[in-house]
């Protein structure tokens, strides 16, 4: 694998599942035995299953998302996305009841990988959901909007 093809994963991720919901492509882009920090710090499974949560949570609660890529840095076994994002609010999510409303956020994904897959992911995001939210996977005890997580 080449940097090339490692930030290939990264921008596949964020434009074709991220963005167009395509959930089908976790079980190509990620490890079998994946961990995502962020659904694991929201009391998640890891592996697969875990993954494909986490996207389907963003997919179901924040709806018709516009995504923006801003970076894509890496090497052959790490990589990591800046992107922001713009949607409707129509489900919970972070925690928070639906608002109807547009929210955006910023986020850094962070993808660790092995054999050219994703073996780990965690972010770092801030959300203007309920007044705002700043959530980071990698730290755990994070403070999201006062709360404990």
Do not use: C
């Not at 997919?59 to 995504?67: G, K, M, S, W, Y």
């Not at 956020?105 to 965690?122: K, Q």
Request: hydrophobic share 40%.
């Amino acid at each position: 694998m080449t940097p090339a093809d490692a930030r290939a994963v990264m921008h596949t991720y964020l434009t074709e599942v991220a963005q167009k919901g395509r959930l089908e492509l976790i079980e190509e882009l990620a490890h079998p035995d994946v961990v995502d920090d962020a659904n694991v710090a929201f009391g998640g499974p890891t592996g697969v299953a875990g993954f494909v949560a986490h996207a389907k949570g963003f997919a179901r609660n924040v709806t018709d998302p516009e995504i923006t890529i801003h970076r894509i840095i890496g090497d052959e076994q790490s990589v990591m996305g800046q992107w922001s994002f713009r949607g409707t609010h129509t489900g919970p999510w972070l925690g928070r009841a639906p608002t109807g409303e547009t929210i955006e956020g910023t986020v850094f994904s962070f993808f660790d990988l092995i054999d050219g897959r994703i073996s780990r992911y965690s972010l770092w995001l801030h959300t203007t959901v309920d007044g705002g939210v700043v959530f980071d996977s990698d730290r755990p005890g994070s403070v999201v909007d006062g709360r404990l997580v």
